[in-house]
């Protein structure tokens, strides 16, 4: 009986020391805007949620076009499912490369 409650009284411990699983997934920063900005030019619709991740990735602009492209397309990469497979790898490269037919609050970029 006393092995059964130390063993308990160790998990509990253990249980409560750990960090919750979903706290630990919870992105933040660029991850979170690039996933954001991913989802936002994805979809027909503009929510004002979209505005930030939105504002990063139109504030990324180079000398040239093509080194735009691909500041962005490097700024989207940053959401850890941009690699999960070959349809998102293309959704990626298709947005950051036709990024100027894009609108954001009231004005087109490019």
């Known amino acids: 009986m006393i092995k ?3 063993v308990t009284g160790t998990l509990i411990t253990i249980g409560l ?3 919750p699983t ?3 997934d919870v992105l ?3 991850k979170k805007l690039a996933c954001e900005a991913i989802l936002c030019l994805s979809s027909g619709d ?3 949620e979209c505005s930030p991740a ?3 990735y139109f504030g990324i602009k180079k000398d040239w076009w093509k080194d ?3 500041a962005r397309r490097k700024f989207l990469n940053k ?3 941009a690699d999960q497979d070959k349809e998102m790898k293309n959704r990626i490269k298709n947005i950051s490369k036709n990024a100027r037919q894009w609108k954001t609050e009231g004005s087109i970029d490019e």
């Open 68 to 70: 735009t492209v691909k």
């Open 4 to 6: 059964l409650l130390v």
């Open 46 to 48: 503009r929510p004002s």
């Open 28 to 30: 933040t920063g660029d």
């Open 22 to 24: 979903q706290a630990a």
């Open 54 to 56: 939105l504002s990063r």
């Open 79 to 81: 959401c850890p499912d």
């Open 17 to 19: 020391a750990a960090p």
